[in-house]
């Protein structure tokens, strides 16, 4: 059993205390930027960092991974949520809190019912596709920010880009001037000094030229008055229509939270060498997002980049976490009129900056390069979730992996096996096309399970393998099991026909390295009936050489 705060000591108690100032500084004003990504007010944001961040540290198994609002999940609220109600309505804000509160419940499904690998069907492709499609979406509302031009965030890509354009004529050159200081700063700050909380910096010095030159005046837009005050549990009241129609995002969050989560969890603790318990942290994703919903906040997810920063800063438990929670709880009691003059090209610019290695350049360049197939994949995550919608696009994701499986799954390896003459040797080795693994004899391997996707093609291979030789050259079929985890009834069916057609040839079939849970299967699928099996190949070899 994994303690909660685990590897916190004296010895890196200060430390991991910096570290969660840091944190404290890096996620306010990203949290600010994803609520308003959402179509939610900055508190919302806020609260995220307090009530959930803290359950989740005490539930998670990772001394890690960072939990909180992502611009993924924020721009899947906006685009679901947007399409039931308006923006910044109370319906609006209930129905986001409820969408965390279903995320949550699946959550703590997934983790009873150990159902986590599910998010395996999200294959890097899909992720990345798909990531990277809500990441251009969020961009286009950042660019408008940064140039003060007015679109509608919550409307479809096509028309951000249509009130992009149209409205270029119109921008205003103090929030163009503000927002290239700000990206800059970041850019080539995050360059100098990584340790550097550069957008606290942009967001302070932003927030002060403002204040002191009186920008807002000259058309520059800013953050606006913050409710001040700590979270207060709630419950969102809908009917239970609305409640339904929440379900698919709220699955769509979870999935795609899931298994960035999982990965992430892993990665960190493989590369520092500790353990996690995969279910105990989606559970730790449920909490988190039920007492999200409950909070007045939205759908909480692993942050990628808070991770990396926390363990660039040396820290390898989840302490900084709770220090945040203990900063932004304070900055919610005493310190949300400082939030109020922030300007939005500054926000714009924090937000656009922290999303660019989301978009997946460097990802789809890999993928073209390793595998053209799962480029492909990949780009139409991208296209459908940025022009059809992120569910959508989710479920098209699934089709898509779906595909995948199948094409993979539908033709696998099936090779012939050789033999080098000596008894001692095994029979491993791929033979050429055309030869046979012994005089009459063929050592066929098939390297994956049978069943109805592949049994047709195992049939037509192996007819197509004899023929290649001559079938009145071939005397004794041997088939390979050791691959072979598991048979279908279509297969089964698929077998007696190549049973019968290898009657026909005069060819008898024999079987080597069957594990003996597929023996049982196959002898009740009527497949094995008298036919011998060998316990290696190359006992097969003699069996059948010396009849």
């Not at 991974?65 to 609220?77: I, Y």
């Not at 500790?274 to 939205?298: E, H, K, M, Q």
């Amino acid at each position: 059993m994994v303690r909660s705060l685990a590897g916190l000591t004296w010895q890196n108690a200060t430390r991991e205390v910096l570290a969660g100032v840091t944190l404290l500084a890096i996620a306010v004003p990203l949290n600010i930027g994803y609520a308003q990504i959402a179509g939610l007010p900055p508190t919302a944001g806020l609260y995220a960092l307090v009530i959930p961040a803290i359950i989740y540290t005490l539930v998670v198994s990772s001394r890690q991974v960072v939990a909180s609002p992502d611009a993924a999940a924020a721009a899947l609220v906006a685009s679901s949520v947007g399409g039931l109600a308006m923006a910044g309505s109370a319906n609006y804000a209930a129905m986001a809190t409820a969408q965390a509160i279903i995320s949550g419940l699946l959550f703590v499904a997934a983790a009873v019912f150990k159902l986590g690998f599910l998010a395996n069907f999200l294959s890097k492709p899909i992720l990345v596709g798909f990531v990277g499609g809500l990441a251009l979406d969020i961009m286009v509302s950042q660019l408008a920010k940064m140039l003060g031009v007015k679109i509608d965030s919550g409307g479809e890509f096509v028309e951000k880009i249509a009130g992009l354009v149209g409205g270029i004529s119109g921008l205003n050159p103090w929030s163009l001037l503000i927002s290239s200081a700000a990206v800059a700063i970041l850019l080539v700050g995050r360059r100098l000094a990584r340790t550097i909380p550069w957008a606290l910096v942009v967001l302070v010095a932003s927030t002060a030229v403002v204040v002191s030159t009186g920008l807002e005046e000259a058309g520059v837009s800013v953050l606006g008055p913050v409710d001040s005050g700590p979270p207060v549990l709630t419950w969102p009241v809908l009917d239970g229509g609305t409640w339904i129609a929440l379900v698919p995002s709220a699955i769509a969050l979870t999935l795609v939270t899931m298994a960035e989560g999982l990965l992430v969890a892993r990665s960190y603790a493989e590369k520092n060498g500790y353990s996690t318990v995969p279910d105990r942290d989606v559970l730790a994703f449920g909490a988190a997002n039920i007492a999200a919903g409950a909070g007045g906040s939205f759908a909480v997810g692993s942050s990628t980049s808070r991770t990396a920063a926390m363990d660039q800063s040396g820290s390898r438990t989840q302490l900084p976490t709770l220090v945040a929670a203990t900063g932004t709880f304070l900055l919610l009691l005493f310190g949300t009129a400082l939030l109020e003059h922030i300007p939005s090209p500054a926000i714009g610019a924090v937000v656009g900056v922290a999303i660019l290695p989301l978009l997946g350049v460097r990802d789809f360049g890999m993928l073209w390069k390793r595998d053209h197939f799962e480029f492909a994949i990949g780009a139409a995550c991208f296209i459908a979730t940025l022009f059809i919608g992120a569910i959508p696009g989710i479920l098209i994701s699934f089709v898509l992996a779906l595909i995948n499986l199948a094409k993979r799954a539908a033709n696998p390896p099936i090779d012939v096996l050789a033999s080098d003459g000596s008894p001692q040797s095994s029979l491993v080795d791929t033979a050429q096309v055309g030869a046979t693994t012994a005089p009459g004899v063929l050592v066929l391997r098939i390297a994956a399970p049978l069943f109805f996707a592949n049994s047709a093609f195992f049939a037509d291979t192996v007819k197509q393998t004899i023929a290649d030789v001559r079938a009145d050259e071939v005397k004794h079929l041997i088939l390979d099991l050791e691959a072979v985890t598991d048979v279908d009834v279509t297969a089964a069916e698929t077998f007696e026909s190549l049973k019968l057609w290898l009657d026909d040839h005069h060819i008898t079939l024999s079987f080597s390295r069957a594990r003996p849970g597929i023996i049982d299967r196959m002898r009740g699928l009527g497949i094995l009936a008298n036919e011998a099996v060998h316990p290696t190949n190359r006992a097969a070899l003699d069996a059948v050489a010396d009849n």
